[in-house]
């Protein structure tokens, strides 16, 4: 089992930034590629971006990318989602995910098997 932690959420105006993070405990953190995943009211959860386990590789949905960088630090146990120029749109409960390494995208929800509780983030026009 992996357990996660997400924090850093919070209410924030358009354009403003905010650092996620994900803390692990339980398993070996370094054998798991990660992914932050979102989901706004009414709409399904959707992909953001993910990290291999080197993070030798990461991947972006197009929504976000050039805004939002995904890091980790396998000391820490932490992955870290860096978000800047937040847009209304951005406003959603973040999620980070560990998946067993597969060689996949890692883009898919189905390739994550532990979830976090997710963190706010709110952002205002």
């Known amino acids: 089992q992996v357990q996660l932690v997400e924090s850093g959420g919070g209410l924030v105006q358009a354009g403003g930034s905010l650092r996620l993070s994900c803390a692990a405990s339980?398993?070996?953190?370094?054998?798991?590629?990660m992914g932050w995943f979102r989901q706004a009211p009414g709409k399904e959860r959707e992909f953001v971006s993910a990290?291999?386990?080197?993070?030798?590789?990461?991947v972006y949905a197009a929504s976000v990318k050039g805004r939002f960088t995904i890091s980790r630090d396998n000391a820490k146990n932490t992955v870290y989602l860096r978000m800047n120029t937040l847009k209304p749109e951005d406003a959603a409960v973040y999620y980070c995910?560990?998946?067993?390494?597969?060689?996949?995208?890692?883009?898919?929800?189905?390739?994550?098997?532990?979830w976090g509780q997710g963190t706010q983030v709110t952002v205002s026009s």
């Open positions: 995910a560990a998946a067993p390494p597969s060689g996949g995208s890692y883009s898919s929800l189905s390739e994550y098997i532990y």
């Open positions: 339980g398993r070996t953190f370094s054998n798991y590629p």
């Open positions: 990290i291999t386990r080197t993070g030798a590789y990461t």
